[in-house]
């Protein structure tokens, strides 16, 4: 059975960071992708970052340039998204999701296994 399990979200001050994880199982580590996706409140889902698990390369949206960082541990098959400098407006829930390498990028109806979403609330 395939499972993504997301943790690490909460509640944070703006100006803070979080860690959030991506634990994955049932597949093989090799040959995925990774992104991560949020949806804020009244907005709809947007892909934020992906990480090719066969190289580590990884990849931003421009709101999060600079402010994040996503990395994988495949010993450990989990994969870590750490955002600093929080600001109000990174209040959704985030998602993590694995797809075929090569062929998921931002978006998210390329994506095959999601996992059930943590939630982060960035206070001003």
């Not at 093989?28 to 009244?42: C, E, H, L, V």
């Not at 010993?75 to 998921?104: F, H, M, R, S, W």
């Not at 996992?115 to 960035?122: A, E, K, S």
């Amino acid at each position: 059975e395939v499972r993504l399990v997301e943790s690490g979200g909460g509640l944070v001050q703006a100006g803070g960071s979080l860690r959030l994880s991506c634990a994955t199982s049932g597949f093989s580590f090799d040959g995925y992708t990774i992104g991560w996706f949020r949806q804020a409140p009244g907005k709809e889902q947007e892909g934020i970052s992906y990480i090719s698990l066969s190289d580590g390369s990884p990849a931003y949206v421009d709101s999060l340039k600079g402010r994040a960082t996503v990395s994988s541990d495949n010993a450990k098959k989990t994969v870590y998204l750490q955002i600093n400098v929080l600001k109000p407006e990174d209040t959704a829930v985030y998602y993590c999701a694995a797809g075929p390498e090569g062929l998921v990028k931002f978006g998210s109806a390329e994506y095959w296994y999601w996992g059930q979403g943590t939630r982060v609330t960035v206070s001003s």
